[in-house]
């Protein structure tokens, strides 16, 4: 008869390898978890600022509706156009204008920007990178978890301001529909996410954290002039396609209800551009 088969020994390796699959599960979503729990803060934050700002716009509608007339014949057409407002004597045309137009185009997207900005060159410029690099995990999946991390201040903000919003036209006795405040909201994901994409490329880039955020900031902020100002002057109007913020209308979605797809595929093909090429690129440089 032969030897008896190392049954124990057999056993001993498939417990070990079987202890040792959930260390390595964890370890491949690390990054990803501490990258969420860093946008927690910021994003309640940021949802505190849009609930005060839309309490001062929601009481302020009523005398702004007897006035809005007055208001458009007070400003040139050009400032209407080159911001895409529209209807301010309706509350949909008003929330368009004052919420929309700007704090979340502009000041959402900087943020967004500016996350994805510190992503790797906070940790290059802290000399963390080496670290994350010596542990099982590959470049592009460090990158693929931290621009994963947006979605922690995509869902917080987007139904937090959302809830707040429709909530705010009820309270004045002039609800939104909830459909299109729910679509202001889906089809902005896509803009938000070149934003963070564009700072995420930056960031792979620029090994200075400031440089990289301050960079990303105006980048976005100068893609969003540039879009405005290009709807000023029809010969030039083809500058603006650059800019993100020409494939998402706030307006055309709150007052007329036109819910463009086409324009946020156009954005998330963009956003998957950027993101090929940060993958790239970080995977081919030296830390």
Known sequence: MGPKPDSDGSDARRAAKSDTRPAIDGAATAILRVESGKRVRSSVVLVVVFALLAAMYFAMFPSIQEEAELLEDAFPAVFFDMFGIEALHTIEGFIAAEIYSFFWIVLVGIYFAYVGAGMIANDVDERKMDLTLSNPVSR?????????????????????????VFLGGISIGEPLDPVAVAMVHLLSIPYLLVCGAIGLLISVVIDHVRTARATALTVVFVLWLVEGVSRLDEDYEWIGAVGPSRYYDETAILVREEYAFADAAVLLAAFLVLLVLAVLIFTRRDI
């Open 140 to 164: 592009e999946s460090v990158i693929l978890q931290k621009i994963a991390a947006l979605w922690l201040p995509l869902i917080v903000l987007n139904v937090g301001v959302g809830g707040i």
